[in-house]
């Protein structure tokens, strides 16, 4: 769910927030952990599925890029680790909220230090933003559409940072708290905005050490971290496969103490039986579905007919008795999580295309669209894909093996993750791609803006005027009942044209070595990634 800020009538009343103190995650452990005593000292050994793009958080969106950079970095505010979707601060260390919801005014811890020596200031944090918000001409900004009502970004002095508003925004501070949002030197932003697509330097709890493509990523503590005595760990160590079973390898043969992202159950399984209690499973729902992305722009799929056939010859019902054992696939649900307060009701769904509950009925409404649209003989067609086989390729199969039952044969051709996101969002080259949508948390301003004409995230490339109205409407929308009319009316535009094409919710299983203690698994593999506070245990 998204952070929720109490409102009793009146606009004032919402926004009259005193001041938020929070000091930089310090947060509450675990009762159990918090009786033992943190032990310095090792490395983190961690396996990961696959090398990223760039190593420029504001400009990618996978979990290649910040499970391996995050710990390098620092961020205006964070989710706390150990209470999502809670809201505390990083580098700043209190903030309030003018009563008319136009102005956010953030002080910045002082004494923070770059890597490089040199201090933290405002002024870096207004660098920071100004690249996400208003990006550079030849700067990719992913997330831009998620700070639709910032006016400006202002630091009228060393520790002050403001933030000013076209309007007042519903979710701006938890937009605020994104690990993606991690803090830049001005200096080096001022030579070049794409300078940290290549190079690496933050103010987080540890320093880069070394990045061999393909093998292995490395950071080591920093000791001027501005969180005393932390980390507690000499430094974290991934090592790079996109092959599930050598990630799972590497967790039972010691090699590796966690994976992050996720394992099968039946590699998980397998792991306990060999280890039993020097393991730990924590299993939770993710922020984010499996879906396909439909190039808008190329025929056939002008056509929303074809679009709509595709989807309808998806069986979501069936995938999710089949995919959860394989992938974690398992939730049936629009744009937003299932179960959250955004998510559109079931018996709302199941009256859009692919979501009938009826397959047999789905597929003759494929076949009949199909021959409407002068396909009666079938289509060939090809699906691109990442070379991750978790839960990409299993998800792919699938799919491929459900649309032969309506006609369409499909080639699958994974490729690797940077030119699978070359393909997908920089050059539209593309008919059908395995496109997920995962965010930091539950709000529809992450989720949504995707869908809005021209995001870099809208990979289907389409236009429609109806959606981007009802994203800005929702966004600048306080009331949480009117906000979700408004978001469940978006969803049936995308939904009822076949724009996108959602497959299944996501649940994860983070597997770990005991030895590794204080790490909490939050609903995202995007957030709690800065390792400040783990430690391992003596054996």
């Known amino acids: 769910m998204a952070p929720r800020i109490r409102r009793q009538g009146t606009l004032v009343t919402f926004v009259l927030l005193v001041v938020l103190v929070a000091s930089v995650v310090v947060a509450t452990r675990t009762a159990a952990e918090a009786a033992e005593t943190p032990r310095r000292g090792g490395i983190l050994l961690a396996v990961i599925g696959a090398d990223p793009p760039s190593l420029d958080p504001h400009q990618e969106s996978t979990f290649a890029n910040i499970q391996l950079v995050a710990p390098l970095y620092s961020t205006l505010l964070q989710i706390d680790p150990y209470s999502y979707p809670k809201i505390v601060g990083d580098v700043a260390t209190e903030w309030k909220i003018a009563p008319d919801g136009l102005t956010y005014i953030f002080k910045i811890r002082q004494g923070i230090r770059f890597h490089d020596g040199s201090t933290l200031t405002a002024a870096d944090v207004k660098a920071t933003y100004d690249k996400i918000v208003f990006p550079p001409e030849g700067v990719r900004s992913?997330?831009?559409?998620?700070?639709?009502?910032?006016?400006?970004?202002?630091?009228?002095?060393?520790?002050?940072?403001?933030?000013?508003?076209?309007?007042?925004?519903?979710?701006?501070?938890?937009?605020?708290?994104?690990?993606?949002?991690?803090?830049?030197?001005?200096?080096?932003?001022?030579?070049?905005?794409?300078?940290?697509?290549?190079?690496?330097?933050?103010?987080?709890?540890?320093?880069?050490?070394?990045?061999?493509?393909?093998?292995?990523?490395?950071?080591?503590?920093?000791?001027?971290?501005?969180?005393?005595?932390?980390?507690?760990?000499?430094?974290?160590?991934?090592?790079?496969?996109?092959?599930?079973?050598?990630?799972?390898?590497?967790?039972?043969?010691?090699?590796?103490?966690?994976?992050?992202?996720?394992?099968?159950?039946?590699?998980?399984?397998?792991?306990?039986?060999?280890?039993?209690?020097?393991?730990?499973?924590?299993?939770?729902?993710?922020?984010?579905?499996?879906?396909?992305?439909?190039?808008?722009?190329?025929?056939?799929?002008?056509?929303?007919?074809?679009?709509?056939?595709?989807?309808?010859?998806?069986?979501?019902?069936?995938?999710?008795?089949?995919?959860?054992?394989?992938?974690?696939?398992?939730?049936?649900?629009?744009?937003?999580?299932?179960?959250?307060?955004?998510?559109?009701?079931?018996?709302?769904?199941?009256?859009?295309?692919?979501?009938?509950?009826?397959?047999?009925?789905?597929r003759a409404e494929a076949k009949r669209l199909l021959a409407e649209a002068g396909y009666a003989n079938g289509l060939k067609l090809t699906l691109k894909n990442r070379n991750v086989k978790l839960p990409y390729q299993d998800f792919a199969v699938f799919a491929i093996q459900e649309w032969r039952k309506i006609g369409i044969e499909v080639e699958h051709r994974p490729l690797e993750t940077a030119a699978w996101f070359n393909d997908g969002q920089n050059t539209g080259n593309f008919e059908l791609i395995i496109a997920p949508t995962v965010e930091f948390m539950d709000d529809p301003d992450q989720f949504l803006g995707r869908y809005a004409t021209g995001s870099t995230q809208n990979w289907g490339r389409y236009s429609d005027p109806r959606i981007d109205d009802l994203f800005s409407r929702q966004a600048r929308t306080l009331d949480p009942a009117e906000r979700k009319k408004l978001v469940n009316e978006l969803e049936k535009i995308v939904l009822g044209n076949a724009y996108y094409m959602p497959g299944l919710w996501w649940t994860r299983n983070v597997v770990h070595w005991a030895k590794v203690k204080n790490y909490v698994a939050p609903p995202s593999h995007y957030t709690n990634q800065k390792l400040q506070d783990v430690w391992l245990a003596e054996e």
Do not use: C, H
């Not at 030579?191 to 880069?208: E, I, L, Q, R, W």
């Not at 439909?294 to 019902?317: E, H, S, W």
């Not at 629009?334 to 559109?344: D, K, N, Q």
């Open 142 to 362: 992913v997330r831009k559409n998620a700070y639709t009502a910032v006016a400006s970004v202002e630091a009228p002095d060393p520790s002050t940072v403001v933030f000013k508003l076209k309007f007042p925004s519903a979710s701006l501070l938890g937009n605020l708290a994104s690990p993606w949002n991690v803090i830049y030197p001005k200096k080096y932003l001022d030579k070049d905005p794409n300078y940290f697509k290549t190079n690496v330097m933050g103010s987080g709890p540890f320093t880069f050490k070394g990045y061999t493509r393909g093998a292995t990523f490395e950071g080591q503590r920093n000791p001027d971290y501005f969180v005393k005595d932390r980390p507690y760990l000499d430094g974290y160590k991934f090592f790079i496969s996109p092959e599930t079973s050598v990630r799972a390898a590497a967790i039972r043969s010691g090699r590796a103490y966690i994976e992050f992202r996720d394992l099968p159950n039946a590699e998980v399984e397998a792991i306990r039986k060999q280890l039993g209690d020097k393991v730990v499973v924590q299993t939770t729902p993710m922020t984010g579905q499996f879906g396909i992305a439909i190039n808008n722009t190329a025929k056939p799929f002008t056509d929303v007919r074809v679009r709509q056939a595709l989807t309808l010859g998806l069986d979501r019902y069936t995938a999710s008795k089949v995919l959860y054992g394989l992938t974690g696939l398992r939730g049936i649900g629009g744009l937003m999580r299932p179960g959250t307060e955004w998510a559109m009701p079931e018996a709302e769904l199941q009256k859009l295309p692919g979501f009938w509950k009826d397959g047999e009925k789905s």
